[in-house]
């Protein structure tokens, strides 16, 4: 088959790959129909070094269930799947609790799976992975729908962990797709006031669309002091992070109100940050978030996607072929696109 | 009067002081009928430089009320009160939603108002900030009594923080007395397993006494690798940290189950931390804490100590008066002493 690889920055290609096989009885192998190019890609494709490559690039995909092992049930060959980024039993005490991310037989997809940039990829634990949709499925919704993978279980899982509830006042940091689809999230929760830090004005524009009252451009201290201007001086409740740098952290420092929350789901490109008196611990600001279990919440997501009332695949804004998937990269890389849908 | 000063690190004075008097409408003038040494007051009793001093100490008190501003209703001259460790105005925004250590009116005690290991005090925002207890109260609860002003609703704060509940699993981090508090407020909340890190048996024995079914003396990995043995390799799922150096917050991150809750009550002697993929964010390890806003808890918290339920006071273990103050603190430091009464 043909899969995508990322070989070192800035160099993707797609070539030839050994087909994927059942490895163990509780594998399937998925037939994908759309997958994506993430903003957490460009991680990788803006400084891996050719030492730590080739890898295969891609965790978020639909598709068609081509083969079962043994060990799955509840699937059948043509069942239309959607799979979270990270494969997990989804019968383990973390599962249970709706921590997926943390199972122990659980992992993310790409290396170890294969990537989903491909035509075919290996999924482990397919039973507790893996979610049907409709098969006779408006085509229209595979964008949506897709979304659920990663990007709007993501922006949720941000909402979700701030505890973000009707009336309450909201940061949203970043205007890439989670931060986009952060805005959606805060708002189906409730949110009355919510503000997004972004300076792409077509993305922010969809951020108004998906409920973002308050656009911020500015950054760093500028940024934080419009937020506080338009808060009454203290902040907002909330403040969902959707960057993952070190900047975008201290601009949640300075958003935030005393007492409220900051909310990680941009994947931290820092270890160390402040946390001490002046920054978390003397306004008892609490940190969370972390990769998101998005298995855990397709349930609570699929109905509204289905039924149109939320359409987060309003993110998709380019669609590539396989084959022309390190244009992908580089048009989001460039910033010339938002998020990149890739067809066989 | 006479009142206690620190000069710089090891040297506490106590000496003439002029008496408090009413500078605001809204003040009080209380003379203090038991004040306390706090684990908090060694920091700047171990690291202070001459050139910050001195500095008036102490902010843990009871008293009777001996004068009243004009603008305070609800309270009479020869009350007795007890005073959350931050004056507050009760009735702000931030005092309205229990976050009285954010007040705009209010503050810590010690300096600007004087401290409390003194024979009186002056009170900002008395109304808000004093509480009336009985007049014909028993004086054996007034040690009980005092640790509401900080160390039992600072261990309060701790557990509430980490949202603790019926059944749970927590490791508390620290044998002083609020870590110890962290334990009996645990149990309080209905955790079931509670796991004490603390070196000093006389300690950790009142620690099993307040609700600890286990303690850990080992640190760093060693007692990381213990915390883990106890419970089935993963940690617990919330850490009360209460001592509020770096390698405390370490043995927190070691001791946090996935999807866990750290929570800082320990005055953090640093800035910068771990909070990468690593360490919070790959298991959705959520951080909280704060200084505990204390007037929040004490109207809970009053009834179990009148009436013997909890005894938060057996935390005290040593008595001085009030030209003995400086002694107090040596115990302290040196461990001698876990915590210092101080009377007139």
């Known amino acids: 088959m043909r899969a995508t690889y990322l070989y070192e920055a800035g160099d993707v290609r797609v070539q030839d790959a ?35 490559g080739p890898v295969p690039m891609g965790h978020e995909f639909l598709g068609t269930v081509e083969e079962l092992g043994s060990e799955v049930s509840g699937l059948e060959r043509g069942d239309l799947v959607v799979a979270p980024f990270a494969f997990a039993d989804n019968t383990c005490a973390f599962c249970r609790e ?16 294969g990537g989903a940039q491909a035509e075919a990829i290996r999924v482990p634990q397919a039973q507790g992975t893996l979610v049907k949709l409709p098969k006779d499925v408006d085509h229209a919704l595979l964008p949506s729908l897709l979304t659920l993978a990663d990007v709007y279980g993501t922006g949720h899982h ?24 952060a805005v959606l999230s805060a708002r189906r929760l409730g949110a009355e006031r919510i503000i997004l830090m972004g300076r792409h004005k077509d993305r922010t524009d969809l951020g108004r669309f998906f409920g973002a009252t308050d656009v911020v451009a500015a950054r760093g201290e500028e940024g934080i002091a419009e937020v506080r201007d338009l808060t009454g001086g203290h902040g907002t409740r909330a403040v969902l992070e959707a960057v993952g740098h070190l900047p975008a952290y201290e601009m949640a420092l300075g958003a935030v109100r005393p007492g409220g929350v900051i909310s990680r789901v941009g994947v931290p490109q820092y270890d160390d940050a402040p946390v001490g008196f002046g920054s978390l611990f003397g306004p008892n600001v609490t940190l969370t978030g972390g990769p998101a279990p998005v298995r855990a919440y397709i349930d609570e997501l699929l109905p509204g996607v289905l039924d149109g009332t939320v359409e987060p695949g309003r993110v998709v804004d380019r669609t590539v072929t396989l084959e022309q998937t390190p244009e992908g990269y580089r048009a989001m890389d460039r910033r010339e696109a938002l998020k990149v849908l890739v067809t066989p």
């Open 18 to 52: 050994p087909d994927p096989v059942l490895e163990q009885p509780t594998d399937a192998v998925v037939r994908v129909l759309r997958s994506c190019v993430c903003g957490s890609d460009l991680h990788p494709y803006r400084t891996m070094t050719a030492a730590d």
């Open 98 to 113: 709706g921590l997926h991310t943390s199972c122990p037989d659980g992992g993310f997809f790409a290396a170890g799976t």
């Open 158 to 181: 941000a909402a979700h962990q701030a505890r973000v509830r009707p009336g309450d006042s909201v940061t949203v940091i970043g205007d890439g797709a989670v931060g986009l689809l």
